[in-house]
């Protein structure tokens, strides 16, 4: 028998919600997260509004005794670290990282994985400054001889602390959350931009099927809510140019000819999956079955978000093979899906290679399910979107119903209770992935 | 489906790599035999007051004699991805994928390539006009002007890593599965047996995999030099890098890119391709100890070599008729830092307890340095060379084992195992910042 896994555990960290209740409230509710950018001085930029998280203190999610690391971790760090906590929880599991405590330990080390989708971390802007602006030439000009250590260097470099590099390795996420967890089983750090968290999702599950772990930690995290990251998407073509007045609701809607952009989140989407047997005998409950998984690639170059990228496809070619390979993976037919939770950033280019893909791999399903995006609550969270959004399916799963607020395209038949649904994203790069889950 | 009924064969049928020793397979191994140093001063950037101002430079490296017109089609393309376009190019056409085509809807790619270079002059003028020396603090908004006038989208954006398999899929046409991971320097080698897995569960016919990096730009050196990682030897650059050394003193930077072709054993018959060997093994742990430090046992390490033997289905313990042992050779991690020698000759010898000392274990990073994510790839294709010829490449610059490594780390000069047999198993090491431990084994391939 193949070994399917069941997703336990949810660690939905965004701008809507830090916990399972909370979220799945959030989701019923017209909770929309997106706000005017805090973190810093916006306002030169030309998007300046997002979903941030707030209300989380990340020495709150890690034992004392772990606390003085906490000043090596990055904010997409923090996102992992706090989601994969709310995730242990929710899963019912005692891990060293609980408490301070030694004893009474659910997990085996040994058999527990970890694969954490992260996406490029940007360092610290004013941390890097200071220690650029004392490195300078006459004109006022970065000078690498002043940034050296030997002979006439001045030692700017010395301005940035001993393992400044540690904190910016996108692997920290998983190296932290093994860390703190014990988790010692296969781990890795997949990158693929909004795909990473499903790419992870489904490489977790593939572990736990070929038998080299019981359980894997899994998902993702990110912030790009910083000067370099919002430079970055900006000029990926991906976010609308929304001044901090703007009123959200009318900037990004996703599959709506109206919509004027994409919106940046930061977030951790993490989950607690394990084979079905290792759940059952430890008596955990189930929120969903994974049955199906694939991924896929579209082979165009990289272009920005715009009409240019249209002629080279009009549908996202990756993401139909994707899905189409998920489904027959899962042995379902487009016609047993009840729902679809999807990437739906709000940028129209995007959106249109995205339904255009849904139409292509479901056929008429795709016009009669509902489907679902969060990308215009959360804003688009990268790395950690496509787990926010299976903790989000799996709620919809165990709940019973799909909350009306987050279906972005309704569908002409009447909405069915959500047992078999289709999760899926394209990504920046061509990267697709598609996954089915169905009631356990 | 049961897995282990339906689980394919997974052989290696092209490779190609980009290297500080060279870009042509039999050029660069033909280096390692004469055990050439890469190692020489920083071209790239004025590295003249930095405590490591050397490193294994990539030389004359130029895309239009690899891709021909092609190239320009990856003109905005960083570095490391022109270096990953290249080895890919190799491979494929090794492998013979031009000639007799696979379908390429089956065909995938999982890279460990690294983050693309930094565009770090418009980057570091940001910087200085964004900060307010007087206040002390940044300034976002002239930042912000100051970025947005100098930064090049294109630049920018092809800094994230997982555009090189966009490159790759775009210049050949692959569907398949497409993942890149970033484990730091264990990134290669888990990608490659990450593929390995895809292949073997059926969900692609055939994987292009691998890694590229460099680092060597302003900040990846600043980055490494704060951690005092990398050796000093200002004075001596090419010796620079000695793994297992008593005297090392960390590693020394490289950069590159190694690309290999896995396929199913049926696809590669199907097309009639030349079997350069077998993948038979993977094996990926993580330390949960430390983000300094390695597990002082070496735990991780040992896990990883233990899961790829065991998956193989070979004795660690075991030995030929000879008193050989069944693996031929380990290509090490081998960094040349205190710790990762010390520690992974600790794993060794945990998992291959008396018969250790007679497990070949060298390292190449002492002739090549250290290709940071692309290292993994570039020495599982030193085994493949090795399995191929039958020779083991030696560690360069090793003058006096250090006792607390203390195995047969080949010194000096490459070892001709033909009189016996030549080279069947091999396993090649890669462990990452972090505690990330990948152990891929292959072997001769026998139908």
């Known amino acids: 028998m193949r070994s399917h896994s069941v997703i336990t555990g949810l660690g939905p960290v965004c701008a809507i919600a830090n916990t399972p209740n909370a979220f799945w409230e959030a989701l019923r509710s017209d909770a929309f997260g997106i706000s005017p950018i805090d973190s810093f001085d916006v306002s030169g930029f030309r998007t300046q509004i997002a979903g941030q998280v707030r209300d989380v203190n990340i020495r709150d999610f890690v034992p004392k005794s772990y606390r003085k690391a906490t000043k090596v971790m990055a904010r997409d760090t923090e996102l992992a670290v706090i989601a994969a906590k709310v995730a242990a929880e929710d899963a019912g599991l005692k891990t060293r990282g609980s408490e301070d405590d030694d004893e009474g330990f659910t997990i085996n080390p040994a058999r527990t994985g970890c694969q954490i989708g992260a996406g490029l971390i940007a360092a610290e802007t004013e941390e890097l400054s200071r220690a650029v602006a004392t490195a300078q030439d006459s004109d006022g000009n970065f000078s690498l001889r002043s940034w050296g250590t030997v002979g006439e260097g001045e030692a700017g470099m010395n301005n940035l602390p001993p393992l400044w590099l540690l904190k910016y390795l996108p692997n920290m996420l998983a190296c932290h959350v093994t860390i703190i967890h014990g988790l010692e089983g296969p781990s890795n750090t997949v990158m693929g931009a909004e795909a990473s968290a499903l790419l992870s999702i489904g490489e977790s599950a593939r572990v736990i099927e070929r038998g080299s772990a019981d359980m894997c930690f899994t998902g993702g995290a990110e912030s790009r809510i910083n000067q370099l990251g919002l430079i970055r998407w900006d000029y990926a073509g991906r976010l609308a140019h929304a001044h901090r007045d703007a009123n959200p609701q009318d900037i990004c809607k996703p599959f709506h000819p109206e919509s004027q952009g994409g919106l940046l989140g930061e977030g951790g989407g993490m989950l607690v999956i394990e084979r079905a047997e290792h759940a059952a005998n430890r008596g955990a409950r189930a929120y969903a079955k994974i049955t199906g998984f694939a991924a896929a690639q579209t082979p165009r170059p990289y272009i920005p978000a715009t009409e240019s990228m249209r002629e080279h496809d009009e549908i996202d070619r990756g993401l139909a093979a994707s899905i189409t390979n998920a489904l027959r993976d899962a042995g379902r037919a487009p016609e047993d899906l009840d729902a679809v939770f999807c990437l739906g950033l709000g940028q129209l280019v995007l959106d249109q290679m995205e339904l255009g893909a849904l139409r292509h791999s479901l056929g008429d399903s795709a016009d009669s399910i509902p489907i679902v995006s969060i990308a215009h609550r959360t804003g688009n969270t990268m790395a950690a979107h496509a787990g926010l959004l299976t903790a989000c399916a799996s709620l919809c799963i165990q709940n019973g119903e799909v909350p009306p607020n987050i279906v972005v395209r309704s569908g002409d038949q009447p909405h069915r209770q959500p047992n078999i649904v289709l999760v899926c994203t394209p990504s920046l790069g061509g990267q697709a992935a598609a996954m089915i889950l169905e009631k356990p | ?447």
């Open chain 2, 1 to 447: 489906m049961s897995q282990t009924q339906t689980a394919h064969r997974v052989v290696i049928t092209g490779m190609g790599w980009v290297t500080p020793l060279g870009c042509d397979i039999d050029d660069a191994w033909g280096r390692l035999m004469q055990v050439q140093s890469a190692v020489g001063p920083v071209t790239r950037f004025d590295a003249s007051t930095c405590s490591t101002n050397f490193a294994a430079e990539v030389k004359d490296f130029d895309l239009r004699e690899h891709l021909g017109e092609r190239a320009a089609a990856h003109r905005d393309a960083g570095i490391s991805t022109q270096f990953a376009l290249a080895a890919t190019k190799a491979a494929w056409t090794m492998a013979g994928m031009d000639q007799t085509p696979p379908d390429l809807s089956r065909v995938g790619i999982y890279l460990g390539a690294g983050e693309g270079v930094l565009d770090y002059e418009p980057y570091m003028a940001a910087n200085i006009a964004g900060y307010d020396t007087e206040s002390r603090s940044l300034d976002s908004v002239a930042w912000a002007k100051t970025a947005l006038a100098g930064m090049r989208p294109d630049r920018e954006v092809e800094q994230e890593p997982q555009l090189t398999s966009t490159h790759i899929s775009y210049e050949l046409g692959t569907m398949g599965p497409t993942l890149n991971c970033m484990t730091a320097c264990a990134a290669s080698t888990q990608a490659i047996g990450e593929a390995f897995e895809i292949i073997r569960r059926g969900d692609a016919d055939a994987m292009i995999a691998g890694g590229c990096h460099s680092m060597i730009h302003p900040l990846g050196m600043t980055g490494f030099m704060r951690l005092t990682a990398m050796s000093t030897r200002r004075d001596d650059p090419q010796t620079a890098s000695r793994p297992f050394d008593k005297t090392r003193d960390g590693f020394v930077m490289g950069e590159g890119a190694g690309i290999v072709i896995l396929e199913s054993l049926d696809s590669a018959k199907k097309r009639g391709a030349n079997i350069l060997c077998e993948v038979v093994g993977f094996g990926s742990t993580a330390d949960a100890y430390r983000i300094t430090d390695i597990h002082p046992d070496g735990k991780g390490g040992a896990g990883a070599m233990s899961a790829a033997l065991r998956q193989a289905g070979i004795d660690p313990s075991a030995t030929d008729e000879s008193g050989r042992p069944l693996v031929h050779y380990i290509s090490a991690h081998g960094t040349g830092t205190q710790e990762n020698d010390k520690t992974e000759s600790a794993g060794v010898r945990s998992v291959f307890g008396e018969l250790a000392p007679k497990v070949p274990f060298s390292s190449i990073k002492s002739m090549m340095g250290h290709l940071i994510q692309a290292a993994g790839a570039v020495e599982l294709m030193t085994c493949i060379q090795a399995i191929r010829t039958g020779i083991i490449p030696p560690t360069g610059n090793l003058n006096e084992v250090d006792p607390v490594c203390g195995l047969d780390h080949v010194p000096g000069e490459p070892r001709d195992e033909n009189h016996r047999g030549g080279v069947d198993v091999c396993l090649s090491n890669s462990f990452g910042f972090g505690g990330q431990n990948d152990t891929i084994c292959i072997r001769k391939f026998h139908d």
